[in-house]
């Protein structure tokens, strides 16, 4: 069966300082990939998405950056971490017609 | 960017009332998909209806669609306290690129007091 994994759960970085979630997908090959970015209280924002190795787009214009390196792992990054980025991270894939199977999230706060 | 909208926003039952969400919406639509987030969790999938299909059921789940309006209801029948939680609603298109894009609304915070 597929599974995703989102690591950490909860993260407390300084602001200036450099950040890396992972995501890994099993049991499935070549899945769409997101990123998305949760507020308190809020609906879903989302901020990059790959349909493939290498490719990604971006939907909004911010301070982080998204890779896949492999076809089952999905990073996000920043090289200098904004008190603006604090929020909740949600990793998701999707195989086709189907929902989207969510990883656990992580909770970024910026100090 | 165009949002699903829900409502309402914040709903308290009793448990084994059911509990009725709406979602509206405002594209062409492929499908509709609701979810569950648990506070501080990740979402998890509940139903998908498809844009031809008007009702479907999934335990004590039951989500209509009515495309005319662009809406669409999620019903949680003989509730739990155990149901608590925020429910979402997305809605899936194609975008001028042909790549599936999701729209998600803001949700409903469903409180279940035993």
């Known amino acids: 069966s597929q599974t995703i994994h989102q690591w950490p759960a909860t993260l407390v970085q300084p602001v200036g300082s450099p950040l890396s979630l992972e995501c890994t997908v099993e049991?499935?090959?070549?899945?769409?990939l997101y990123w998305y970015r949760q507020a308190a209280g809020r609906g879903l924002q989302l901020l990059f998405y790959s349909v493939g190795i290498g490719q990604i787009s971006s939907e909004v214009p911010q301070n982080l950056s998204a890779s896949r390196p492999q076809d089952r792992q999905f990073i996000l990054s920043s090289k200098k971490l904004l008190l603006s980025d604090s929020g909740f991270y949600l990793c998701?894939?999707?195989?086709?017609?189907?929902?989207?199977?969510f990883g656990s999230g992580t909770r970024l706060t910026v100090v | 960017s165009q949002q699903g909208e829900e409502d309402p926003q914040a709903l308290s039952i009793q448990e084994g009332e059911n509990a009725t969400m709406n979602c509206s919406y405002k594209t062409s639509i492929n499908n509709l998909q609701w979810y569950r987030q648990n506070s501080g969790r990740g979402l998890v999938h509940l139903i998908l209806i498809r844009s031809n299909e008007r009702e479907k059921h999934s335990g004590r789940l039951r989500v209509t669609l009515d495309t005319s309006k662009k809406s669409s209801s999620l019903l949680i029948t003989a509730s739990r306290a155990a149901d608590t939680a925020s429910y979402f609603c997305a809605t899936a298109y194609l975008n001028a690129g042909n790549n599936r894009k999701l729209i998600w609304g803001l949700g409903t915070s469903l409180a279940v007091n035993p």
């Open positions: 049991g499935t090959s070549n899945p769409n």
């Open positions: 998701a894939w999707s195989g086709g017609s189907y929902g989207y199977t």
